[in-house]
C-alpha cells in the first residue's frame, strides 16, 4: 500500500469516503457513492467485513502496508491513553500527511512523491521517507532550487486548501513548516472507527 496505483475512485466508493482527494476520484464519489460492480446489493456487512473496510480506510488514507500497519498499532499499544487514538494520532504526524495538510500538495499521493524524490528538508538534513514521523520543534523546509520553489508555489496557487493546524505553523512566503506540539484527537483528519480496527488487530 506504500504506493496504490490501481483505481482510486473504486476505493473511495467501495470505502464510502473520500480516501482519494484528486478530482476524478472526488467527483466519482458523488456521482455514485454505491460501491462499485454490477448488481450491487444494499446488505449490510459482518462485524468483520465492517472491521477490514476500516482498515482500509487508514491503510489506504495515509498510504500504509500492512507491515507498516502492524508496527504502528504495536507501538500504540506500548503509549499511554487509547490505544487506537494513539495510532491514528502517530499517522497524523508523518511527513507526507503534514504536507498535504499545510497545502503544498494537493493530495496524499503527491507529497508522498515530493518526499520520495527528496523535495524537503527536517532540520536542515534531506529526507526521502514519507513515513518519518515528526516531533515537537521539527521545521521542514524546501530544498533551495528554482525549479521546486516554482513548482510549489504553482500547487499552491491552484487553489489548493490547507488546513489551519493549531500544533503546526506554516509561512507561505517562505515555505517552512514548524513543529510547535503534538497533534491531539481532534487533530485527526480521517472519519473512521478506530476502535474496531483495534479490536480486529489485536487478534
Known sequence: MARYTGPKAR??????????EDNGSSKALERRNQPPGM?????????????LMEKQKIKHYYGLGERQLRRYFAKATRIKGNTGENLLLMCERRLDNIIRRVGLAA???QARQGVAHGHFRVNG???DKPSFLLRPGDVI???DRDNLRNLYQAIMGA?????????????????????QGNPGPSDI????????VVEFLSR
Open 11 to 20: 476505493v473511495n466508493r467501495r470505502l464510502g469516503t473520500l480516501i482519494y
Open 39 to 51: 448488481h450491487t446489493r444494499s446488505k449490510r456487512p459482518s462485524n468483520y467485513g465492517l472491521a
Open 107 to 109: 493530495t496524499r499521493p
Open 125 to 127: 538534513v534531506r529526507v
Open 141 to 143: 523546509t524546501l530544498r
Open 159 to 179: 487553489g489548493v486548501d490547507g488546513e489551519p493546524l493549531d500544533w503546526v505553523a506554516f509561512d507561505s512566503e517562505t515555505m517552512t513548516i514548524t513543529i
Open 189 to 196: 483528519s480521517l472519519p473512521v472507527d478506530v476502535n474496531i
